[in-house]
Structure formats: C-alpha cells, structure tokens
C-alpha cells in the first residue's frame, strides 16, 4: 500500500542530545513537509523541500536541520539548539498543487 | 503578511445540527489552494476538502462544504446533520508559493464537540 511512514512513534531525547526523525513515502511525491504541533495548537512549518538535495525553512526551522538526498526521505534532525523539543511531529507530501497526505506521527519528548 | 487564521478555537453543537466552522486567510498571491482537516485525538490528519482559488464554484465532498468568499477571504467549513464521530480538531490550510517551492500553512485550529 502507498503511503507514509513516520519513525518511531515515540521518541525520548536526552537533553544535548541530537535526534533524527524518519520520513519515508512511496508515493512518487515531489514535496514534502515537516511539522511541528504543540499540545491544543496548529501545525507550525519547519522544512520543505519540493525536489531532491533542495529545501527551504518553514516558520520554525532553528534549532533543526533536514535532508533530501532521494524523493522518497526527508529525515528530520532535531538538535541540541532546539531547547523546547518536546512536540508532536508530523511529516507530509504531496504532488505539487495538490492535497498533502499525512504520516502517523512522531511523539518527541525531552527526558 | 499570507497566514490563515481560525478565530474559534472551540465549538459546541447538537449532534444532527449542522455547523460552520470559521477561516479566513491573507495573501497577495492570486493562485492558492484552500483545505480542511480533521485531526482526531488519535494524531492523525484525514483531509476533507479543497478549493482552489479560481474554482467558480464551492467545493462539496458528502456533508462537507466549503463556502468560499473570495473578496472576503474566508473559507468555512460547512458540516450538515453532524455526527458524534465529527468530534476532533479541524484546521484550515492555505497552500501557497514559498522561497522556491510550494508551502502549506495552517490555522490554529478549532476543536469541535458534538453532543449527543
């Protein structure tokens, strides 16, 4: 079946310690897109890439970093410069100009 | 400025009632795409809905409608005959043109309870 697929589901983090979120679809979708949503909040634009090795920050991207080497990944690396990691993480992808499909998530939380 | 605002960020309905749920929106760009989400407590995103910008009419998709007021900017939701299953976060989203790609932006959210 098509899809995405978010990695792990739940994430603890060490505090000064780098984490790297998984992101894979196998819907042959140029974009993808990282969010990040706090508890009873809306999505917040982190990453955004709409071809390979090219990405662009969203709203909030200090404190993280992306990549794009194949269509189908856009791993998310948060870093010990985030200082308020702890978040529902939500990765997404599209055909350009059409709706975006969602992964399950990932629950990161500062231990 | 382009961002998408939510101005409810609860509603109570009457399970069978319909519901209109509130979004407007701001940009300069005249080519943009408009969506609705459902988010239940589970974390998941379940799309509902699109408009574009230069669709003459409103979008429907079963009891879901959109009733979009280009001059006006807004794009509600329009929920008929509501069901208790319709209880969840819903967002609006505006996709436009970013620093060299496409981006998708979203509300704040409103978090809708039906009752039985």
């Known amino acids: 079946d098509g899809g995405i697929t978010q990695s792990p589901k739940y994430l603890f983090r060490k505090e000064g310690q780098n984490v790297t979120l998984s992101c894979e679809q196998n819907l042959n979708h140029d974009a993808m897109y990282w969010y990040r949503q706090d508890p009873g909040q809306g999505l917040r634009l982190i990453y955004y890439s709409q071809i390979v090795n090219d990405f662009q920050k969203g709203d909030i991207a200090e404190g993280y970093s992306v990549s794009r080497e194949k269509k189908e990944s856009f791993p998310l690396t948060v870093t010990s410069a985030q200082k308020n990691p702890t978040a529902f993480y939500l990765c997404a992808s599209s055909i350009i100009g059409n709706r975006a499909f969602f992964g399950q998530g990932t629950r990161l939380t500062v231990v | 400025a382009q961002k998408i605002t939510q101005t409810q960020p609860g509603m109570f309905v009457q399970e069978k009632e319909a519901v209109t749920l509130d979004c407007t929106y701001d940009t300069s760009d005249p080519s943009y795409g408009l969506f609705w989400y459902k988010q239940p407590s589970s974390g998941e995103m379940i799309f509902l809905i699109y408009?574009?910008?230069?669709?003459?009419q409103n979008a429907t998709e079963g009891r879901y409608s959109l009733n979009f007021q280009k001059a006006r900017k807004s794009a509600n939701l329009v929920i008929s005959a509501s069901q208790l299953g319709d209880s969840a976060m819903y967002f609006c989203?505006?996709?436009?043109?970013?620093?060299?790609?496409?981006?998708?932006?979203f509300g704040q959210g409103t978090r809708l309870t039906i009752n039985p």
């Open positions: 408009q574009g910008s230069y669709d003459q």
């Open positions: 989203a505006m996709r436009l043109r970013g620093a060299g790609a496409q981006k998708l932006v």
